[in-house]
């Protein structure tokens, strides 16, 4: 669905994009993802025919957007980080106006609007100025404004920054729900939300690809080390001491009691090695039963902090 290859942006002598190679599948929610100066809102615009790149291709639907821009921005519906309304326009009028920029017939134009307007509820708001909207329904006209004339791929950048929860969660749903229709790009600072919504993530750094892979493999594959939650009832010291001993056990961190000398202890390990029979004995050797023991996996956001991270700090 979009093909990306040897993609490089150049502002005089600085790269802000070099060499990105990626695709995305029909039907697939991507997480874009990077500190702040790495690329992503470069890229996307980039992807969307806003600014024209220096090297490399990218293609949508098989248009190349340098050769086919008409092609291409029929096919991609593109919500900015701050969206791009007309505060003095009421809703309606704003939709239909995007709709003629986007030369939706007219047979088709009104059901089409009402029917966006109907997705993202705003459908009771569709009389009242923008400027009159809180800034959780501006999204929404903006997210309307992106879904006018049917496009196959939706570019988002930061589709909810500055939401309050209850609008981010209802955001997210139905980006989630879009999926099911459209090929989608998700540009977020909110990782948990990429976490929930998409099925692979890239992330950029310094303009580069750093990483690319599902949220899981990322958690999998990430660093050096491995982690357990493992609870255990019996003097906190002693269980500190007992779990510092195992062979290949890099610290030990002890939590707050949840009973009386029943306490959860967060367990780091080397990844090769396998703690948990060596942890199980040792423990059962003193009496310490163990009363729950599971893997933490890394989040996303500690994959992000150490890939972004890894060489000099740059957010």
């Known amino acids: 669905m979009i093909e990306i290859q040897n993609l490089t942006k150049r502002y005089g002598q600085i790269k802000a994009v070099n060499n990105l190679n990626f695709t995305v599948e029909k039907g697939e929610i991507l997480g874009f993802l990077g500190p702040n100066g790495a690329g992503k809102s470069t890229t996307m615009n980039i992807i969307t025919g806003y600014i024209p790149s220096t090297e490399g291709t990218v293609k949508v639907c098989g248009y190349d957007i340098m050769n086919d821009p008409k092609e291409v921005k029929k096919r991609i519906g593109y919500l900015p980080e701050q969206p791009p309304?007309?505060?003095?326009?009421?809703?309606?009028d704003y939709l239909d106006f995007a709709a003629d920029l986007k030369m939706v017939s007219k047979n088709s134009k009104k059901s089409q609007i009402s029917d966006i307007m109907e997705l993202v509820k705003i459908?009771?708001?569709?009389?009242?100025?923008?400027?009159?909207?809180?800034?959780?329904?501006?999204?929404?006209?903006?997210?309307?404004?992106?879904?006018?004339?049917?496009p196959e791929v939706l570019v988002l950048d930061e589709p909810t920054v500055g939401l309050d929860p209850k609008q981010i969660i209802e955001i997210r749903k139905l980006i989630k729900a879009l999926g099911k229709?459209?090929?989608?790009?998700?540009?977020?600072?909110?990782?948990?939300?990429?976490?929930?919504v998409c099925e692979r993530v890239v992330i950029i750094n310094k303009g580069e690809i750093a990483a690319i892979d599902t949220p899981e493999n990322l958690s999998k594959n990430a660093g050096t080390a491995s982690k357990l939650l493992?609870?255990?009832?019996?003097?906190?010291?002693?269980?500190?001491?007992?779990?510092?001993?195992?062979?290949?056990?890099?610290?030990?961190?002890?939590?707050?009691?949840?009973?009386?000398?029943?306490?959860?202890?967060?367990v780091e390990s080397d990844k090769e090695i396998d703690i948990r029979k060596p942890l199980f004995f040792a423990l059962a050797k003193v009496g310490f039963p163990i009363v729950e023991l599971r893997s933490l996996d890394l989040s996303l956001e500690d994959i992000f902090l150490e890939i972004v991270t890894s060489e000099k700090e740059v957010v």
């Open 85 to 92: 309304v007309y505060m003095d326009m009421t809703v309606n």
């Open 123 to 150: 459908g009771d708001h569709r009389n009242r100025l923008i400027k009159n909207l809180s800034k959780g329904y501006k999204q929404r006209v903006g997210l309307a404004q992106a879904l006018v004339g049917s």
């Open 181 to 196: 229709e459209h090929t989608i790009i998700l540009s977020s600072h909110i990782l948990p939300e990429v976490s929930a």
């Open 230 to 266: 493992v609870t255990v009832a019996g003097p906190k010291s002693s269980v500190v001491n007992i779990i510092k001993e195992i062979y290949g056990v890099k610290y030990v961190e002890p939590g707050t009691d949840k009973e009386k000398d029943v306490i959860s202890y967060v």
